[in-house]
């Protein structure tokens, strides 16, 4: 099993529409978890950290279940610029400088 | 905010040969700098952590012969891939870890790698 699983997509949608993509990962001890972006040969870009208590910006709102080890990510109003691979990423240490374990990416395409 | 400068962006090589890959950190002290290698449609792997003043720790399968690290000063750290194959081929990319504790870790720009 895959210690971070994400469905890969792609999932094509229509401007405005929202959509979710959803995460699982395998170790209940992991301590941090993050939203992260990634266009075609680029590095990855810090999304949006996930709290406990799920977290809002702007059109993006993601939510973390620590009794289930699922995060998700919700975007409202999708924009044409909205169309990337979007890593679910946790951290598996207690500390700053723990490893990062990556998901595979959920490719969002975004149509006009 | 903290920024990584990775070099070269893109490199071609011929088998045999090495290439090495360095990455900067430009206004920050780095002394842990993560290496990661990405095939296409395939997440990030981590293959080693670089660390100031040490030997780096590899991860599992990850040769430590073939692909050298060394983190010199608090501000470079350096990947070699030795004796280069076609399998080799990668986007290889370094990150170094935030300064909060929920902070995202800062990433350089990547490095192509395609090995003829």
């Known amino acids: 099993r895959k210690e971070v699983e994400q469905d890969p997509g792609p999932f094509n949608v229509p401007e405005g529409a929202t959509v979710a993509f959803n995460c699982t990962y395998s170790n209940s001890a992991s301590q941090s978890f993050f939203w992260y972006r990634q266009d075609c040969r680029k590095e990855p870009k810090l999304l949006m950290s996930v709290y406990s208590s799920g977290n809002e910006d702007g059109r993006f709102t993601a939510q973390l279940n620590r009794a289930s080890q699922y995060i998700s990510l919700l975007i409202r109003d999708s924009k044409l610029s909205d169309s990337a691979t979007y890593l679910c990423?946790?951290?598996?240490?207690?500390?700053?400088?723990?490893?990062?374990?990556f998901g595979q990416g959920t490719t969002l395409q975004v149509k006009p | 905010g903290a920024v990584v400068s990775q070099h070269p962006s893109r490199v071609i090589c011929k088998s045999g040969t090495s290439v090495k890959i360095e990455c900067r950190s430009l206004?920050?002290?780095?002394?842990?700098m993560f290496w990661y290698r990405q095939f296409p449609k395939q997440s990030l792997m981590l293959m080693a952590t670089?660390?100031?003043?040490?030997?780096?720790?590899?991860e599992q399968g990850v040769e430590k012969d073939k692909f050298l690290i060394n983190h010199a000063s608090l501000t470079l750290s350096t990947l070699t891939v030795t004796s280069a194959h076609p399998e080799d081929s990668s986007f290889y990319i370094c990150?170094?870890?935030?300064?909060?504790?929920?902070?995202?870790?800062?990433f350089g720009s990547g490095t192509r790698l395609t090995v003829v």
């Open positions: 670089s660390n100031e003043g040490s030997k780096a720790t590899y």
């Open positions: 990150s170094a870890p935030p300064s909060s504790y929920l902070g995202g870790y800062t």
């Open positions: 206004d920050f002290q780095a002394t842990t």
């Open positions: 990423v946790v951290n598996l240490g207690a500390s700053n400088t723990g490893k990062l374990i």
